[in-house]
């Protein structure tokens, strides 16, 4: 496989919400990309998708020496890939596309280049079953927007080679993202299950009355969701163990968490219950729209970004 700091050539399959974004990611830190997506509007999509990222990137400072411009759209997934040096897979997450996908890509992948899915939670066994290249099919799982938020999440499937995995970590490390390594194969990998812990919860309090959706959502941004941006739930927790650290926290509350665990359920998430969240939430926006909610989120995310780089790079 070539040199992770030496890539220059990527195809990115799917260029829809997360396509766009990795493409603009891709771009900005120099790259040319190959792009294959279906739908007719894909280039129009791609162009001003990345016009709206770049602004954002470049106040990261990771647009250096680097063109908006250096991406075309191909006819097939197979003229995408046939230079690729790393692919990177957003196809809709269903099985069977992406099944389909892989089946007409193995016979013409590069030998040496590597192909990462978005998928958010589908297994990579289940989806590189039989395939010749299979050593070198891996998930590489971002965060919704790829271009701002750090996380990859890297898991190997059943027949992923551990070079694979070792490979796609210090690559995604070169581009500027943190990846970690998911040691096992779980739906939804890790933090989107974590995710999911968290709003079986939240879903569950606005079921049984014990807030609001804006309330519980107001607990999180304005409580512990400021302190994760920081450290995660485990070392939060060792610092909520003041000088004895975890040790005196699991002595003092061992019992409460027991018992809180207990007593959680999980909701169903019926038409009454998807009717009170939206409802809710349509409450919580004040009229706002989605594109000015994601402006307000990311006019907020970029600082913040830049504060835990900042803090990431000094340690
Ligand atoms: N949306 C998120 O928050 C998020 C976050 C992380 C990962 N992901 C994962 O990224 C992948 C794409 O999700 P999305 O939200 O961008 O979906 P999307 O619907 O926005 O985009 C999917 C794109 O794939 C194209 N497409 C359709 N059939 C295809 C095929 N056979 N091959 C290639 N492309 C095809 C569509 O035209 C569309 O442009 C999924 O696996 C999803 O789980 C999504």
Redesign the pocket.
Same mark, same amino acid.
């Given at each position: 496989m070539i040199e992770p700091a030496a890539v220059k050539r990527i195809a990115v399959? +799917?260029? +829809?919400?997360? +396509?766009g974004s990795w493409i603009a990611w891709f771009l900005a830190r120099g790259m040319q990309v190959s792009v294959?997506?279906?739908?007719a509007e894909?280039a129009d999509f791609v162009r001003s998708y990345v016009t709206d990222a770049w602004p954002a990137m470049a106040r990261l400072g990771m647009t250096a020496d680097a063109s908006p411009d250096a991406w075309r759209v191909c006819a097939t997934?197979e003229e995408a890939v046939a230079d690729a040096e790393f692919i990177q897979e957003?196809?809709?997450?269903r099985m069977a596309?992406k099944r389909?996908?892989y089946a007409r890509l193995d016979p013409v992948v590069p030998a040496d280049a590597v192909l990462a899915?978005?998928?958010? +939670?589908l297994i990579m066994s289940e989806m590189q079953a039989g395939l010749r290249s299979a050593a070198r099919f891996v998930v590489g799982?971002?965060?919704?927007p790829p271009h701002l938020i750090p996380l990859v999440e890297v898991v190997g499937g059943r027949e992923t080679a551990s070079e694979t995995i070792a490979w796609c970590l210090d690559f995604y490390r070169h581009i500027g993202k943190r990846p970690i390594h998911i040691r096992k194969e779980a739906p939804g990998h890790l933090a989107n299950r974590l995710q999911a812990a968290l709003w079986r919860e939240a879903v569950s309090a606005v079921v049984s009355g014990l807030a609001s959706v804006e309330d519980v959502d107001t607990a999180i941004s304005a409580g512990p969701g400021l302190r994760w941006a920081v450290m995660g739930p485990h070392m939060t927790f060792h610092l909520g163990g003041g000088e004895g650290g975890i040790t005196h926290m699991l002595e003092q509350f061992t019992p409460a968490f027991e018992a809180w665990w207990a007593s959680m359920t999980t909701p169903e998430l019926s038409e009454d219950t998807c009717r009170k969240i939206i409802d809710g939430l349509a409450e919580e926006a004040h009229e706002r729209s989605i594109s000015e909610l994601v402006r307000e989120r990311d006019e907020l995310l970029i600082p913040l970004l830049e504060l835990v780089a900042k803090r990431h790079t000094s340690r």
């Amino acid at each position: 496989m070539i040199e992770p700091a030496a890539v220059k050539r990527i195809a990115v399959l +799917g260029a +829809g919400t997360i +396509g766009g974004s990795w493409i603009a990611w891709f771009l900005a830190r120099g790259m040319q990309v190959s792009v294959w997506d279906p739908r007719a509007e894909a280039a129009d999509f791609v162009r001003s998708y990345v016009t709206d990222a770049w602004p954002a990137m470049a106040r990261l400072g990771m647009t250096a020496d680097a063109s908006p411009d250096a991406w075309r759209v191909c006819a097939t997934a197979e003229e995408a890939v046939a230079d690729a040096e790393f692919i990177q897979e957003n196809a809709p997450e269903r099985m069977a596309t992406k099944r389909e996908l892989y089946a007409r890509l193995d016979p013409v992948v590069p030998a040496d280049a590597v192909l990462a899915s978005s998928t958010s +939670g589908l297994i990579m066994s289940e989806m590189q079953a039989g395939l010749r290249s299979a050593a070198r099919f891996v998930v590489g799982h971002p965060f919704n927007p790829p271009h701002l938020i750090p996380l990859v999440e890297v898991v190997g499937g059943r027949e992923t080679a551990s070079e694979t995995i070792a490979w796609c970590l210090d690559f995604y490390r070169h581009i500027g993202k943190r990846p970690i390594h998911i040691r096992k194969e779980a739906p939804g990998h890790l933090a989107n299950r974590l995710q999911a812990a968290l709003w079986r919860e939240a879903v569950s309090a606005v079921v049984s009355g014990l807030a609001s959706v804006e309330d519980v959502d107001t607990a999180i941004s304005a409580g512990p969701g400021l302190r994760w941006a920081v450290m995660g739930p485990h070392m939060t927790f060792h610092l909520g163990g003041g000088e004895g650290g975890i040790t005196h926290m699991l002595e003092q509350f061992t019992p409460a968490f027991e018992a809180w665990w207990a007593s959680m359920t999980t909701p169903e998430l019926s038409e009454d219950t998807c009717r009170k969240i939206i409802d809710g939430l349509a409450e919580e926006a004040h009229e706002r729209s989605i594109s000015e909610l994601v402006r307000e989120r990311d006019e907020l995310l970029i600082p913040l970004l830049e504060l835990v780089a900042k803090r990431h790079t000094s340690r």
